[in-house]
């Protein structure tokens, strides 16, 4: 199957997903409806001479019903670096190295990425904390080009996790297709994730997770990262996370941090 061809069936895998979400949602069973917020600051130099500070404040809305779930994320990005680099996808999303420089710092801020995720729980144990996830994700492109690439980037994902005791080791592998443009142009990489997580109590737990992505770009680099962090139910239905980020390449961020709250319905 030739490259154009796998790019066409990964967009009909994701609609397709959506489309069956639209589907399953329908069903007469009670939903459960989670809404977050957050506050992310990272900052790096991505192969450039000087730092990029980017904040992030997402807003977003998680719907479970049976076996499956909906994510819409609505983040708002401030950037400020002297224009070489963009924040495709909002906070740690996509980053790559652009032709287009200032001869001074600016700043850019407004609305990011808005990005949509239809998931479906593949299988789940009966007697143990485990299962398949498969997802689908589109990430329009709502930004301006100063803040993304203004493209659209489609990605489907597994994710299997595996609880022992009160340790919860997880794995993600994904492939995005991603839009490409003449200013910035991207090529389709493969991503995953492993992490662990343990509960420390019945109100907190926490975990690290690695991260990596292929390299994006002839002017980028392969992203591989760290995010440290930990969750603390602060009252019936409502949690507090808090996390650390470390980057381990030029196309990750240095460092950063970021503070999230949720409350569900």
């Known amino acids: 199957m030739d490259m154009e061809r796998q790019h066409r069936l990964l967009k009909w895998i994701v609609a397709g997903a959506m489309t069956l979400f639209a589907a399953g949602a329908g069903a007469e069973e009670e939903g459960y409806l989670t809404l977050t917020a957050g506050y992310e600051s990272t900052t790096g130099k991505y192969g450039t001479a000087s730092a990029t500070d980017i904040e992030t404040v997402p807003l977003s809305a998680l719907y479970e019903s049976g076996r499956w779930a909906w994510k819409l994320t609505v983040p708002y990005l401030r950037v400020t670096g002297e224009g070489s680099v963009v924040a495709s996808g909002g906070g740690r999303g996509r980053r790559a190295v652009t032709t287009t420089t200032v001869a001074t710092r600016t700043t850019n801020s407004g609305l990011g990425d808005v990005v949509a995720m239809a998931i479906y729980n593949l299988y789940a144990a009966e ?84 991260r990596y992505a292929q390299q994006a770009s002839a002017t980028a680099a392969e992203q591989r990262e760290v995010i440290a962090y930990i969750n603390q139910e602060v009252g019936k239905e409502v949690f507090l996370r808090a996390y650390l980020v470390k980057g381990y390449s030029i196309a990750s961020p240095d460092s950063g941090f970021g503070l999230t709250i949720s409350a569900g319905y």
């Open 127 to 210: 007697n143990v904390d485990a299962g398949i996830d498969m997802a689908g994700r589109i990430k329009f492109g709502t930004a301006s080009t100063t803040l993304g690439t203004g493209k659209n980037d489609y990605a489907a994902q597994l994710y299997v996790y595996h609880s022992i005791a009160d340790f919860t080791p997880s794995v993600i592998v994904g492939y995005e297709v991603l839009g490409s443009s003449a200013e910035v142009p991207l090529d389709n990489v493969y991503y995953g994730a492993v992490a662990g997580d343990y509960r420390f109590g019945e109100l907190t737990n926490g975990g690290i997770e690695y």
